[in-house]
């Protein structure tokens, strides 16, 4: 009865001990920031509407922004969009004291010496109405005014009118039914 015993409650401590080191992995690997991405590999803007959080502490440290023109002064998180039917906004916001800015290039040229052709804050979207179909970066990047190395967590995301704007895009070329 004793060895059952001693080896149940081994059984049971392994599959406890197993149960709380998964779950300690679990909010470990869920709470890293992911890696920021870069203007040679950006990540990509979702097609469907979910947020994309991540934190441009050590991400690329890109010299100045839309062609020369501004201030750089924190590493920076590269995202490229694919626009079929610009329509809509993007917004951003950032984990205080972290208030980042971002700005939309077009997506062949360098992130550096691309020129901007919108731009927003935590205060005003980028507006995407009257864009060229394109490829496009979003690059999140500190105010040019912060300190050097100003980094910290960002979240951005598109509001309805621009995924209802790519969505239309399914009808292209004949397809619609009017």
Known sequence: MITTFRNTGIALYSLRHA??????????????????????????????PEPVMGSTCGGEQLGN?????????????????????????????GIDPYSPVM???HGADSCEEATCVASGDTVSSIS?????????????AAPPNAPLDTCGLFSVIGDEALYAGEADVIFEDDFDPE
Not at 34 to 41: E, G
Not at 128 to 138: F, K, M, Q, T
């Open 103 to 105: 700005y939309l290039s």
């Open 19 to 48: 149960a709380i080191v998964g779950t300690l992995l679990t909010a470990v690997c869920a709470s890293a920031p992911a890696i920021a991405q870069v203007c040679t590999a950006p990540g990509l803007f979702p097609s469907m």
């Open 128 to 140: 995407l109405d009257g864009l060229a179909p394109g490829s496009y970066r979003l690059i999140v």
């Open 65 to 93: 922004l839309c062609g020369g023109l501004l201030q750089n002064p924190g590493p920076n998180y590269v995202l490229q969009l694919v626009l079929h039917n610009p329509s809509g906004h993007i917004s951003i916001s």
